[in-house]
């Protein structure tokens, strides 16, 4: 928890989706939340501010039939399961600084603040709805897209329903050309850019005002003014990025401490929950006053063997799942795996053991734990197990011509890492950070140390070549913790170094941090594992 009201440091706001607690935990909710922890890192790594948001989606008409099928109250099935998402955290090792319920009255509160101020300004309005709605999603649908659907649930291929009710609405249609000119300005406000296409597009066909009340079920926070109504669940939900700072009271304590994280810097979902955070929401922070988002990104989805995964299919990876992954490969391969190899474009993922046991086998044993492994027992076994003492900046990397010394390619690299990290390029950043171990692997390869090492009088040279390898372990290692936190700790620990180090990402890796004579442990970070069964 890093995030403090004294701190002069440039704020971040990141928010994941708050996940409905009628579903379990699985591979698509820790995967979001696990690209969130990764950029909070990195950013707390520079030394920004960050607040990293997640939590339970906890109202609406599913919880309270789940509920009701199961003999309990919303409140008690709430509480279960949002303590399942809970659980998730440590396991994880995601460093959220709050966890939002829906079902908190600080929350509920603003909410009813928040509307009411809406009411106010006449963005909330008491009309009559008729027309379609997709039931599992609990969203409306407007005419032409029902058509569009077919009259059918994208989602769960259901027939829509018709629903007619005298609702408060939400002036959407106000907002068609402000959202226009905002988008026309703001060309990363969606990414990937492909996804903002699909909204620009859909924007196109017209913009309705929308249902924010229900009156057929109970299990929601009613609406100030009218408690026969309750707020719909997804302009509940939307508000919690809201409400986490404070920001529907800000007289509070809660605004006093954390109002400087709006806006956020990333609402990170799927891309099935695009309409409401680049249409909807954006409108309403527009009729509150509030700043916009600096964008939202909506990744695609996991799949499982070419198939969606579902219930019915039974193909889910889920906690039960994931727990097997870390008992044989580790938390860090896991999120090494998630930020490597997901569906950050606008291409689905397929999630296999096989294609998980190779990336796991080339990249984490055979480069990052081999070069640290090979490094730090070479060391140990010509140094004694110090630190050599050796002039590495000027060194060049490699025999190539024209080849950057260490210390400019490290720089260069830590920059490059950084940038990838702030624009939400996950698998840049690791790519980008895991060159230099490449470098260190090419430069033992090129060199062979430990055939010069035979020759006495070649100490000085091996001592040279080994300590630009430790240095560029170190400095991978620095720039692979946002991704890798307990592993590269343990590295760190192992070469020596206090911990992760301060001053930004780049000071942090710049070249010459592991002092001659330091002690350097043996360590093997990632160890082989037998391949999964065909
Ligand atoms: N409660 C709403 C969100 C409200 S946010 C104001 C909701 N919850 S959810 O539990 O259904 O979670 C949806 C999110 O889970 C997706 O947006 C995505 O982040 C994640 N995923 C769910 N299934 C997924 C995959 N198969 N693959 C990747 N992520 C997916 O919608």
């Known amino acids: 928890m890093s995030a403090s009201s004294e701190s002069s440091a440039r704020p971040a706001y990141i928010t994941t989706p708050i996940y409905y607690v009628n579903d379990r935990p699985h591979i698509g909710s820790a995967y979001t939340t696990t690209l969130c922890d990764v950029w909070a890192r990195a950013m707390r790594l520079d030394g920004r501010d960050v607040f990293f948001l997640t939590g339970t989606d906890e109202h609406g008409q599913k919880v309270e039939k789940s509920a009701k099928d199961r003999g309990m109250t919303p409140q008690a099935l709430a509480d279960e399961n949002s303590a399942e998402f809970r659980k998730l955290l440590g396991p994880f090792n995601l460093s959220n600084d709050d966890f939002i319920r829906t079902t908190e009255p600080r929350h509920e509160s603003q909410v009813q603040a928040f509307v009411t101020r809406l009411l106010a300004s006449g963005d909330i309005y008491l009309g009559e709805f008729n027309g379609w709605y997709d039931e599992g999603q609990e969203e409306y649908i407007t005419e032409l897209r029902a058509k569009e659907l077919d009259y059918k649930s994208p989602i769960s291929g259901k027939p829509l329903v018709r629903a007619t009710e005298k609702n408060y609405y939400f002036r959407l249609s106000a907002y068609q050309s402000k959202l226009e000119a905002f988008f026309a300005a703001n060309p990363g406000f969606v990414r990937p850019a492909g996804r903002f296409n699909e909204v620009l597009g859909r924007l196109r066909d017209g913009l309705q005002d929308v249902p924010v009340t229900r009156t057929n079920f109970t299990?929601?926070?009613?609406?100030?003014?009218?408690?026969?109504?309750?707020?719909?669940?997804?302009?509940?939900?939307?508000?919690?990025?809201?409400?986490?700072?404070?920001?529907?009271?800000?007289?509070?304590?809660?605004?006093?401490?954390?109002?400087?994280?709006?806006?956020?810097?990333?609402?990170?979902?799927?891309?099935?929950?695009?309409?409401?955070?680049?249409?909807?929401?954006?409108?309403?922070?527009?009729?509150?006053?509030?700043?916009?988002?600096?964008?939202?990104?909506?990744?695609?989805?996991?799949?499982?063997?070419?198939?969606?995964?579902?219930?019915?299919?039974?193909?889910?990876?889920?906690?039960?799942?994931?727990?097997?992954?870390?008992?044989?490969?580790?938390?860090?391969?896991?999120?090494?795996?998630?930020?490597?190899?997901g569906p950050l474009g606008t291409q689905d993922a397929d999630f296999s053991d096989k294609h998980f046991h190779e990336i796991y086998t080339a990249q984490l044993v055979n480069t990052f734990a081999n070069c640290?492994?090979?490094?730090?027992?070479?060391?140990?076994?010509?140094?004694?197990?110090?630190?050599?003492?050796?002039?590495?900046?000027?060194?060049?990397?490699?025999?190539?011509a024209g080849a950057p010394s260490w210390s400019a390619f490290t720089d260069a690299t830590a920059k490059k890492t950084l940038a990838h990290y702030e624009a939400f390029e996950l698998a840049e950043a690791a790519d980008a950070a895991l060159s230099i171990v490449r470098a260190v692997d090419l430069l033992i390869n090129e060199t062979a140390p430990f055939k010069l090492a035979k020759d006495p009088a070649n100490l000085p040279q091996v001592a040279r070549i080994l300590a630009a390898c430790a240095e560029g372990v170190r400095t991978a290692a620095v720039l692979l913790s946002p991704i890798m936190p307990a592993k590269c700790e343990e590295v760190l620990a192992a070469y020596g170094s206090g911990g992760v180090g301060t001053g930004g990402m780049v000071a942090a890796a710049r070249w010459g941090g592991l002092k001659a004579g330091t002690r350097i442990a043996k360590c093997a970070p990632f160890m082989r594992t037998d391949p999964p069964a065909a």
């Not at 990170?268 to 929950?273: P, T």
């Not at 006053?289 to 939202?296: A, Q, R, Y």
């Not at 492994?373 to 490699?398: D, L």
């Open 219 to 341: 299990w929601g926070i009613p609406m100030p003014n009218a408690p026969e109504h309750v707020i719909y669940v997804w302009i509940d939900a939307l508000f919690n990025y809201a409400t986490a700072l404070g920001l529907g009271d800000d007289k509070g304590a809660l605004a006093k401490d954390r109002a400087k994280f709006w806006p956020p810097e990333y609402h990170v979902i799927g891309k099935e929950i695009l309409w409401f955070h680049a249409v909807i929401w954006p409108a309403m922070l527009m009729a509150l006053g509030l700043p916009m988002p600096k964008c939202v990104y909506a990744h695609s989805f996991w799949i499982r063997n070419g198939q969606k995964m579902s219930k019915s299919l039974g193909n889910f990876v889920d906690l039960p799942t994931i727990e097997t992954f870390f008992t044989k490969y580790g938390v860090d391969a896991w999120r090494w795996y998630m930020t490597t190899q």
């Open 372 to 400: 640290a492994s090979r490094t730090s027992s070479m060391i140990e076994k010509y140094f004694g197990g110090a630190m050599p003492e050796a002039e590495t900046a000027s060194m060049p990397v490699s025999g190539a």
